[in-house]
């Protein structure tokens, strides 16, 4: 089965990840560099995505479509990036996405 594992950062995260100095920020990378290629078997693909403030949305629930430059929304929980994997079952998504190191939240939807 192919299930998307988005990757949320929060405010406190972004905070964290700021106020860490270069070595424990290399490290933090080098731990998301792990994580892909310890599991690399499974992903079939990932990205990570530009900041929140660069995002363009559309809004289609008007009568007429508006276009506005940034996030959808305001909000504490951004996602930062994505992974599809190909698994057996979503117990084995949960495993996955158990073992990121990053990001504290993970949300895993199934994909077609």
């Excluded at 929060?10 to 490290?27: I, K, V």
């Excluded at 990378?29 to 990932?46: C, K, L, M, P, S």
């Excluded at 289609?60 to 504490?76: I, Q, R, W």
Aim: proline share 5%.
């Amino acid at each position: 089965m192919k299930y998307v594992l988005m990757f949320i950062e929060t405010e406190q995260f972004s905070r964290q990840l700021e106020a860490m100095g270069e070595l424990e920020q290399r490290q933090a990378y080098e731990a998301v560099g792990q994580w892909f290629a310890d599991n690399a078997e499974v992903i079939t693909r990932h990205t990570h995505l530009g900041p929140a403030h660069t995002a363009t949305t559309l809004r289609l629930d008007g009568a007429s479509p508006v276009v506005t430059d940034g996030p959808y929304m305001e909000g504490k929980e951004v996602v930062s990036g994505f992974a599809e994997v190909e698994v057996a079952d979503l117990d084995e998504a949960l495993k996955l996405a158990r073992s990121w190191p990053a990001c504290p939240i993970v949300e895993i939807r199934p994909a077609s």
